[in-house]
């Protein structure tokens, strides 16, 4: 596409005219998706601070929101584990989930309760976690282990336009989108409402951050290719759709 009038056709909503009249997967009986990828059962986990034992972030709401910025200097300041629980959790934690999966409530928003997310971290300075890549289990509100070599904070960083202070992040957020978990109930209006899914998921990481004295940075400008192929994702099934730095400031 090089129209840019023709660009905008991912922010109209006509198809809502036509959806009562859509043969969908789940109106078909499709079982839903799974909301988490599945991983090896000998894969090597992170236990996480779980939810009801999180004591940081208690700042007063009005002044979190007063104070929000986009932050492009951290310091060396590691997190700790519980504060990285506490922003996983503010951004994908699961609050409700329903054995067929379908109604799957979470501490962001999301059309239909679909959650197309996952969360893939690139972690350089978190204490008690050794340096690498992983990804967060919401169900389990776990860390799985995904790769330890050297360089990943280079990378990233490379990828995403080498906007430098990605490097300096302590932990860089970096979510897909299994577009299918969204399509399975809103077919070819899923585009426009993963991506609105994506701007609630991001500000509770700013939200959060700012609450525990560290800062984020939504993140647009990447290499959709360069992004993908660090995670091991497809592009198609499974791409990248949002990255946002975090570090103490
Ligand atoms: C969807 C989105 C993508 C963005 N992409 C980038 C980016 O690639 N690099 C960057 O430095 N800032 C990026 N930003 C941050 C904006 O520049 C920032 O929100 C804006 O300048 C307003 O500043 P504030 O967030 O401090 O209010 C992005 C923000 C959003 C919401």
Redesign the pocket.
Known sequence: MTNVKEARSILRSDHWSEFGKWETDQKKGVPAPPPQKPYPRDAELVELVPPAKITVGVTPLKDVIDK???R?RFTETPLTLEELSYLLWSTQGVQVLDPNGVRNLRTVPSAGCRHSFETYLVINRVRGVKPGLYRYLPLDHRLLFMSGESGLDEKITEA??N?RFIKDAAVVFVWTTIPYRMEWRYSLIAPKIIAIDA?HM?QNLYLASESIGAGT??????SQVKVDAFLGVDGLEELTI?IAPVGKI
């Open positions: 929000r910025r986009s492009r995403c336009n906007q701007g991001c940075c939504g993140i647009g400008a990447y949002y």
